[in-house]
């Protein structure tokens, strides 16, 4: 999408689609639900047969939508577009999965000289 310099931030901003999600939060969010309820709904499997894993896997992804637009638009609020993709990118370098260039080591600067001064009296 091109987008225009002169305007201002919100209107190049991704908007909003359905309860606080823009579009890629929508599917990653549809996504982690997907994942998760193929996971969860395995042990179901043996208890009730192999539709239990088609049904947790489309029906996950409903709770995750539901309950979590609230619970992300609670930590949006007050903060930059992309907020949530750095906290990601962040989470990621810290487990050694994410891109190598991204600073995550904060270290305090401390000025040392080697010879004493010498006063000029």
């Given amino acids: 999408m091109a987008t225009i310099k002169f305007l201002p931030d919100r209107l190049n901003a991704e908007p909003v689609v359905f309860r ?8 990653l ?16 499997a043996f208890l009730f047969g192999w539709l239990a894993i088609p049904t ?10 539901a ?3 609230k619970w992300l638009a609670s930590k949006k609020r007050g903060k930059p577009e992309n907020y949530l993709w750095q ?7 810290r487990m050694g999965l994410g891109d190598i260039s991204l600073i995550i080591h904060s270290r305090g600067w401390s000025l040392q000289r080697s010879k004493k001064l010498r006063s000029s009296k």
């Fill in 87 to 93: 906290q990601f990118e962040l989470k990621k370098c």
């Fill in 20 to 27: 606080g999600f823009n579009t890629p939060e929508l599917g």
């Fill in 56 to 65: 947790g896997t489309l029906l996950f992804p409903l709770v995750f939508i």
């Fill in 67 to 69: 309950f979590g637009g």
């Fill in 29 to 44: 969010a549809a996504l982690t639900g997907v994942l998760s309820g193929f996971v969860l709904s395995l042990p179901f």
